[in-house]
């Protein structure tokens, strides 16, 4: 039962361009969703989060939307870089108790951005 | 502080035979997280800990694995008779729960990868 679905497998975009990473969720008892990135060799590294009172979030080029009657989310870089090419994961978790924190992810998503 | 730290980063082993994994996490972090990454998947939760005390366990985590955390300090994730379906990339983490707070983002390690042959 695959809760969080990164349906992407493989997106390529130019440099300079915007990049969208998409996430869909089936718990509608989740309260808190996460992306983070991960480069090979390395963990993954948390990049933005948002909360399900809010429906958007910025941090410089990162900003993450949430629609929760759609129960999906995405992560939208602009500009992008060479340097945002990684995995992006989404993930998701409940509030308070033991769900907190424990996070459930996404497959991924390879974000390739050409120069 | 460097951060989530674990050991060894590589482990090949027959099956059959047990392996062990260390994690030492961020120091003035309260929770560790064990989680399971096979490839082409994200990472799949397996277990936490708040200080010493193991306060959920996954289904995933069947009887031959064993997860200690002495302490509340460093934690050490023991897997018996290793199967060839046990390889996978063993992640930890740590993180800082207060109550209150937001979003419980959970600081990974670079991993542990086990290959069964």
């Known amino acids: 039962d695959q809760q969080v679905k990164q349906n992407s497998p493989s997106l390529s975009v130019q440099e300079g361009r915007i990049s969208i990473l998409n996430c869909d969720y089936t718990n509608s008892m989740f309260d808190y969703f996460l992306w983070y990135k991960k480069y090979p060799a390395e963990g993954p590294t948390f990049l933005i989060s948002i909360s399900s009172i809010k429906d958007k979030n910025e941090d410089g080029r990162f900003t993450v939307f949430l629609n929760k009657s759609a129960k999906h989310l995405s992560l939208h870089i602009v500009p992008s870089q060479p340097g945002d090419s990684a995995v992006y994961f989404c993930a998701a978790s409940g509030r308070g108790g033991t769900s907190y924190g424990k996070l459930t992810f996404g497959q991924g998503t390879i974000l390739t951005v050409h120069p | 502080d460097t951060g989530v730290s674990q050991d060894p980063r590589h482990k090949i082993t027959k099956r059959g035979q047990n392996v062990t994994f260390r994690c030492d996490p961020i120091s003035e972090h309260n929770r560790l997280y064990w989680y399971r990454q096979t490839l082409g998947q994200g990472p799949e939760f397996l277990t936490y800990?708040?200080?010493?005390?193991?306060?959920?366990k996954s289904r995933l985590l069947s009887d031959r694995f064993s997860a200690e955390r002495p302490k509340g300090s460093f934690s050490t994730l023991e897997i018996q008779r290793t199967e060839q379906g046990d390889s996978a990339m063993y992640l930890c983490?740590?993180?800082?729960?207060?109550?209150?707070?937001?979003?419980?983002?959970?600081?990974f390690g670079a991993g542990s990868r086990l290959t069964v042959l």
């Open positions: 983490a740590s993180s800082l729960v207060r109550t209150g707070s937001g979003a419980n983002v959970l600081t």
């Open positions: 800990f708040q200080n010493e005390a193991q306060l959920e």
